[in-house]
């Protein structure tokens, strides 16, 4: 069974920092996208960033400058680096990952989540 668990959430007050991590555990065959997500109060979940099997990132306008994705070659863990942070972060933060497995398939997978709380 594979299971992402997160870590690094909290509060912090604007203009800070924090580092959320997301580790994969379970045997894989291949991962082919790992990020992040966020979903605040009232909203939509909405992509953050992620990063692809061959290294390209995608990142929310909203974060670009600001947040960094990265990994190792095995994309685990992956790390979402989050600066200069606004109250308009605030929201859960989720891991994603698409995920090939042996006898499984291909499909999505998402963490419990972790909350980051941004006071200004």
């Known amino acids: 069974q594979v299971q992402l668990v997160e870590s690094g959430g909290g509060l912090m007050q604007a203009g800070g920092s924090l580092r959320l991590s997301c580790t994969i555990s379970g045997t894989t065959s291949s991962v082919h996208v790992i990020g992040w997500y966020r979903q605040a109060p009232g909203k939509e979940r909405e992509l953050v960033a992620t990063?692809?099997?061959?290294?390209?990132?995608n990142y929310a306008d909203s974060v670009k400058g600001r947040f960094t994705i990265s990994t190792d070659n095995a994309k685990n863990p992956v790390y979402l680096q989050m600066n200069s942070l606004k109250p308009d972060d605030t929201a859960v933060y989720y891991c994603?990952?698409?995920?090939?497995?042996?006898?499984?398939?291909?499909?999505?997978?998402w963490g419990r989540g972790t909350q980051v709380t941004v006071s200004s």
């Open positions: 990063i692809t099997s061959s290294g390209g990132t």
């Open positions: 994603y990952a698409d995920i090939s497995r042996m006898y499984i398939g291909r499909r999505n997978y």
